[in-house]
């Protein structure tokens, strides 16, 4: 059962223009979220984050929006740099304190290409 | 190095070899995670240490799996006997935190096949 769900594997965008990755769970003990971006031969690097209590994060050039009545997510790139061109994977995880930890469930994953 | 190291980056095993796959995480960081990614797909949880205390092994596929933390710093993923479908990237995290959302620093990933 596939809790973390991203239904595009690829994506193509024009350079400058806005790039929209969609990403939906169903696991509604899920409380944070997290977009990473892998390059080829690297692991992982952690992009942006969002809490269950916000709808809305931004940094930069990245926006991520959580509707939690749809379990559904997306992240935001405006304006798209051949540079995104990645993989780009959302994460969630349930709420983490005290003795609970934090076990990101991941995505399948989404290919960015930006073209200049 | 500052990041988290893994080795060795590329491991050909013949079926029913027993392999080690090493993970040094930052320096400091309590908790330390494996994730196995196969082709095509996000990581999936294996196993997660609070120092070296192994906190959840409910990812690894089978008793053929052992990880291990003995002095709560490198962390060692052992398989044994392996089979094809144990190739995937195995990826090591780690984080300063002990029970945190925080983001996890990833390795490289060794990426092991089985023949």
């Known amino acids: 059962d596939q809790q973390v769900k991203q239904n595009s594997p690829s994506l193509s965008v024009q350079e400058g223009r806005i790039s929209i990755l969609n990403c939906d769970y169903t696991?509604?003990?899920?409380?944070?979220f997290l977009w990473y971006k892998k390059y080829p031969a690297e692991g992982p690097t952690f992009l942006i984050s969002i809490s269950s209590i916000k709808d809305k994060n931004e940094d930069g050039r990245f926006t991520v929006f959580l509707n939690k009545s749809a379990k559904h997510l997306s992240l935001h790139i405006v304006p798209s740099q051949p540079g995104d061109s990645a993989v780009y994977f959302c994460a969630a995880s349930p709420y983490a304190g005290g003795t609970s930890y934090g076990k990101l469930t991941f995505g399948q994953g989404t290919i960015l290409t930006v073209h200049p | 190095g500052a990041g988290v190291s893994q080795s060795p980056r590329y491991k050909v095993a013949k079926r029913g070899q027993d392999v080690a796959l090493r993970c040094d995480p930052i320096?400091?960081?309590?908790?330390l995670f494996w994730y196995q990614q196969a082709l095509g797909q996000g990581p999936e949880f294996l196993t997660y240490?609070?120092?070296?205390?192994?906190?959840?092994k409910s990812g690894l596929p089978s008793d053929r799996f052992f990880a291990e933390r003995p002095e709560g710093s490198v962390s060692t993923l052992k398989i044994q006997r392996t089979q094809q479908e144990d190739s995937a990237v195995y990826l090591c995290?780690?984080?300063?935190?002990?029970?945190?959302?925080?983001?996890?620093?990833f390795g490289s990933g060794t990426q092991l096949s089985v023949l």
């Open positions: 696991n509604s003990m899920f409380d944070y």
């Open positions: 995290a780690s984080s300063p935190a002990q029970a945190t959302n925080e983001k996890l620093f």
């Open positions: 240490f609070q120092n070296e205390a192994q906190l959840d």
């Open positions: 320096s400091g960081h309590v908790s």
